[in-house]
């Protein structure tokens, strides 16, 4: 049973361009969650997500920035145009989404805008 | 907004000695996870103790959970050199299970 795959590990981006980071849950897992982590900072919830549905995306600012789990395939974390502040390690977790379950973590993403 | 707080920031300590590292929340809480991150890389779950909890052991890992201060806390015995990484707390709110709250980490760096 592979852990929670994503991919790309790092990712160079122009200012502008769009980023596109992907997020493979644990097998039998149907909840996923994306954090983003700035340097010598703790996580930040953006995005929840079940199966095509966002449950909870209070955490993921309002323009730019999108998320999809769709039925077949991975979860996608979209950022268009991207910024220099966008720079950042986003990180992906997923759960089976019971009570007092620990969620898995997945290795992250390395964004970095030039 | 809710977070878990930290302390201290950073620790550093000499090899074989006991680590202890403290977290804060403000609300009431389902569940409260420790997590550790090595440098660069994903984060690994410690142990998760319920909030109908008081402590709770896994190797050289003990930790307590006192409710009554919102506070928990996260000792390492015997510290090892790959004991080195940063340690987060994150807690799961009565009103949102789903939703891990997250402070900032202790670094803790283990002195050869």
């Known amino acids: 049973n592979a852990g929670v795959m994503q991919n790309p590990r790092h990712l160079v981006r122009r200012r502008g361009q769009e980023a596109r980071l992907r997020c493979s849950p644990m097998?039998?897992?149907?909840?996923v969650y994306w954090y983003r982590q700035l340097p010598e900072e703790g996580l930040k919830f953006m995005v929840y997500?079940?199966?095509?549905?966002?449950?909870?995306e209070s955490g993921m600012p309002k323009e730019r920035f999108s998320a999809e789990f769709p039925k077949e395939g991975p979860s996608i974390l979209r950022i268009q145009q991207v910024v220099r502040g966008d720079s950042a390690a986003y990180f992906c977790?997923?759960?089976?989404?019971?009570?007092?379950?620990?969620?898995?973590f997945g290795q992250g993403t390395r964004l970095t805008v030039v | 907004s809710q977070q878990g707080e930290e302390d201290p920031q950073a620790l550093s300590i000499q090899e074989g000695e006991n680590a202890t590292m403290n977290c804060s929340y403000k609300?009431?809480?389902?569940?409260l996870q420790w997590y550790r991150q090595n440098s660069g890389r994903g984060l690994v779950h410690l142990i998760l103790?319920?909030?109908n909890e008081r402590e709770k052991h896994s190797g050289r890992l003990r930790v307590t959970l006192d409710t009554s201060k919102k506070s928990s806390s996260l000792l390492i015995t015997a510290s090892r050199a790959a004991d080195t990484a940063s340690y987060f707390c994150?807690?799961?709110?009565?009103?949102?299970?789903?939703?891990?709250?997250w402070g900032a980490g202790t670094k803790l760096i283990i002195k050869p």
């Open positions: 977790a997923s759960s089976p989404g019971l009570q007092n379950t620990e969620a898995f």
């Open positions: 097998k039998g897992h149907s909840h």
């Open positions: 997500l079940q199966k095509e549905n966002i449950i909870d």
């Open positions: 609300t009431s809480i389902n569940n």
């Open positions: 103790i319920r909030s």
């Open positions: 994150a807690t799961a709110h009565m009103d949102s299970n789903y939703q891990l709250i």
